[in-house]
């Protein structure tokens, strides 16, 4: 982490990723160019036995964990620049963020969420089936992270969906907060209400 | 969402959308990830696209049990026009609706018809602005997406 800290600059996910295919593809091209056997040694034959059979067997393990070893280092290296990257990108100082989470949903199928920041329109997203299920199942999505700065701000949340009898449905969330030192959390939780036979949505402030 | 130059388009990376469906449910490109996906971008004013549209409805009858994907995007200014064509001209594919244009903008599709062959890994491969999709190369390169004779990005 402490040398990927010197970059001048945050780095963007596609140029993350180049640097990491083209990492990935000069670590398995080292691992794959490593010799197996002496370059003037003759090659092995296919029915082997004994202990040379043995020996090509733990040098194939050997390379197996090599590469295995590589795509580990990879992988912490693409998390550790992703964290750069939003530390960079969405200081703590100035950073908002917009959870989805919804309950049950027997009377609310979602289509789309619209979010509004002191009137301004910072995303909207359509939902697919697939995403609806990952929701229901409890799955937390981050719709939104961006920055503001200290003081008094507005979220307008817009839901768009199919309701009670498949009618279309449309209900706006909204509320005010104190955008502080610290980093700002917010949930807009859908959730169904019983006795009413009609969902609701709330927005949660995360001190 | 960044724009592509249709033609220099291929060998990079598709743009992800979300458009919702003129019948059915709102589609991602990128639940897609692991299959070979036709995008066609058609109007429901132009007579060629709705030949297009037929030919690849036929490509997706044959080959959708291997794992192809068919998505028709409308660019009709009036999201009406296009659902009336959906209701009317049904296909076994999703129809679906870009009436802001953004998706076709960010493909960089310059004129209708417009097909882009998208491999596994989600790399544009091939582009055709024509209605060719009678023709016996579109089954060649369908095939090749779906034999994976591409090695990615």
Same mark, same amino acid.
């Given at each position: 982490m402490n040398d990927t800290r010197s970059l001048p600059m945050p780095m963007n996910i596609a140029s993350r990723s180049s640097l990491l295919v083209a990492t990935l593809a000069v670590a398995l091209a080292a691992g794959l160019a490593a010799?197996?056997?002496?370059?003037d040694a003759p090659p092995p034959v296919a029915a082997a036995s004994g202990p040379a059979a043995s020996a090509e067997g733990s040098a194939t393990r050997s390379l197996d964990e090599q590469i295995q070893d590589l795509k580990k280092d990879v992988i912490d290296l693409n998390k550790d620049l992703f964290m750069l990257e939003e530390e960079l990108l969405f200081p703590a100082n100035t950073q908002v963020a917009v959870f989805v989470s919804m309950d049950v949903g027997d009377f609310f199928a979602l289509d789309s969420i619209s979010l509004k920041i002191d009137s301004h329109e910072v995303s909207n997203y359509l939902y697919t089936p697939r995403e609806v299920t990952a929701l229901l199942k409890g799955g937390v999505q981050r719709l939104y992270v961006g920055n503001l700065r200290s003081g008094q701000h507005e979220l307008v949340a817009l839901f768009n969906g199919k309701g009670p009898h498949e009618r279309s449905y449309r209900r706006a969330a909204s509320v005010r907060f104190e955008k502080g030192v610290g980093a700002k959390y917010l949930e807009l939780k859908i959730t169904d209400h019983q006795r009413a036979q009609q969902p609701e949505f709330e927005i949660k402030d995360w001190e | 969402m960044p724009a592509l130059a249709a033609a220099g388009s291929i060998g990079h990376a598709a743009p992800d959308f979300a458009l919702p469906a003129a019948i059915g449910n709102n589609v991602r490109l990128?639940?897609? @990830?692991g299959q070979p996906v036709i995008v066609s971008f058609w109007s429901s004013r132009c007579g060629l696209c709705a030949r297009q549209l037929a030919a690849l409805d036929r490509y997706y009858g044959t080959y959708r049990s291997s794992g192809l994907i068919v998505l028709g995007v409308s660019v009709d200014d009036d999201a009406q026009h296009a659902q009336d064509y959906a209701h009317a001209h049904v296909m076994a594919f999703p129809l679906l609706l870009d009436s802001a244009k953004a998706v076709s903008r960010a493909f960089g599709i310059? @004129?209708?018809?417009s097909t882009v062959l998208i491999d596994r890994g989600g790399v544009v491969r091939f582009l055709h602005s #024509? #209605? !060719?999709? !009678? #023709?016996d190369s579109y089954v060649a390169q369908i095939r090749a997406l779906l034999d994976d004779k591409f090695g990615g990005l």
């Open positions: 010799p197996l056997w002496a370059a | 990128s639940e897609y @990830r310059e @004129r209708l018809p #024509d #209605d !060719g999709a !009678g #023709d």
